[in-house]
């Protein structure tokens, strides 16, 4: 389970299951936390990033993840680039955030100055 934490926001990476009791003690952990909570039962959904074409953005993909060490590119820019909505900034950010350190950590031990794709290839390779 990744639990993604932005500014002022945390969200989790896909929805997480739960036995009844985990659920319990989940909810009952976030009471405790922000005092009033409503709970409402809905029809399961899992929401992915789509692109227009409906088919899932691959993170795995060096060339969607290329436009994220891209220090020149704003997050706009960046989906743009990946063909997605701009209402998934957030997730880009996120995705941004956690992967630059990652992949610049990697980069600088392998005496990796300006990273390609084939490098974030590399690094998928060894890394996962």
Not at 8 to 27: G, L, N, S, W
Not at 28 to 39: A, E, L, N, W, Y
Not at 69 to 88: P, Y
Request: hydrophobic share 40%; proline share 3%.
């Amino acid at each position: 389970m990744e639990i993604l934490i932005g500014d002022k926001y945390v969200d989790f990476e896909a929805p997480i299951f739960m036995t009844d009791e985990q659920r319990e003690k989940f909810v009952d952990g976030i009471k405790k936390i922000f005092g009033d909570v409503q709970i409402k039962n809905v029809e399961e959904q899992i929401v992915e990033m789509l692109k227009p074409s409906g088919t899932i953005i691959d993170w795995k993909n060096p060339k969607n993840l290329f436009p994220l060490t891209m220090g020149n590119l704003n997050e706009e820019e960046i989906a743009d680039k990946l063909g997605i909505d701009r209402k998934h900034i957030f997730a880009i950010q996120l995705k941004r955030a956690s992967f630059i350190s990652e992949i610049y950590d990697w980069a600088t031990k392998k005496g990796i100055t300006q990273i390609t794709e084939k490098d974030i290839e590399e690094f998928l390779k060894e890394v996962g």
